[in-house]
């Protein structure tokens, strides 16, 4: 699972995980990210929550019956898998393991259940954000003038906001969003340095030796 880096080093591909209380932002860091960085593809989920005004199949998520996922799970095509405001959400295993095979790195929008899964399976290649709202007031603002759920669904994430919080510390970094340019670009940087970090590099002892030898001639 190697990628070319954008300077010819090979390296290994990585997994990018954003999670946060819901409406805090992730989905709409994560549309930033696929816009604007290249070589980054957006895992799509399987949910067995019902589609929300302007979601679409296959580009939000996959949205199939319980008894579907059910069977997914069984037979291991999800990556990780979890239950979330009674709803089932998890990660087809196959897109995600195509995408670093062609180099890609995958971005994931997940919960801290699914980031647990991911990293016990592959720590080294889970860099993971957990996004905060800069206050209460603004994440449930953010969920009402997003205009998509009921009032008892709204009621019933804020709820949820608290224990979703508690995990804040499992994550490798921590970014508040309040103006949202300026936590995309906080969260660009994470992504930008991490592509560099040396040990998934794995190109580099090549690379040097090439240096070297050019300066030995
Ligand atoms: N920095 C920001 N300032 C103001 N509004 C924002 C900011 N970031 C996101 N929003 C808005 O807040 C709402 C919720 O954002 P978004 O859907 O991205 O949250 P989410 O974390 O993906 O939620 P969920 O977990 O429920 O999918 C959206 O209407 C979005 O446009
Ligand atoms: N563990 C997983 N969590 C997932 C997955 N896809 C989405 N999610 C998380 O669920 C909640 C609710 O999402 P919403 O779209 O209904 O608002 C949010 O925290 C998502 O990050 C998944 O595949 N696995």
């Known amino acids: 699972m190697t990628a070319q880096g954008f300077d ?11 999670s946060s209380p819901s409406g805090a932002g992730k989905t709409t860091l994560s549309r930033m990210l ?7 593809k957006m895992s799509v989920s399987a949910t067995t929550r019902a589609k929300r005004p302007g979601e679409v199949e296959g580009r939000d998520y996959f949205f199939v019956a319980k008894a579907k996922f059910e069977q997914m799970a069984k037979q291991g095509d999800l990556l990780e898998w979890a239950t ?43 860099v993971s954000v957990f996004i905060l ?17 009921s009032e008892e669904v709204i009621r019933g994430r ?33 992504l930008k340095a991490e592509r560099l970090k040396r040990e998934r590099r794995t190109g580099l002892t090549e690379f040097v030796r090439g240096l070297q030898r050019q300066l030995e001639t």
Request: net charge negative.
């Open 8 to 18: 010819g080093v090979e390296r290994r591909g990585l997994m990018f995980v954003l």
């Open 84 to 126: 979330v405001f009674d709803n089932r959400y998890g990660t087809p295993r196959a897109p995600v393991e195509a995408a670093l095979a062609a180099g890609q790195d995958v971005l994931f929008d997940i919960d801290w259940q699914g980031t647990q899964q991911l990293r016990e399976k592959a720590r080294a290649d889970v």
């Open 133 to 149: 709202p800069p206050s209460a007031a603004d994440l449930e603002k953010r969920l009402h003038t997003r205009a998509q759920d």
């Open 34 to 40: 696929i816009d604007r960085m290249p070589g980054l």
């Open 158 to 190: 804020m709820n949820r906001a608290t224990h979703e919080l508690s995990h804040w510390a499992e994550y490798d970094y921590i970014v508040v969003n309040q103006n949202v340019d300026d936590a995309f670009a906080e969260v660009q940087s994470i």
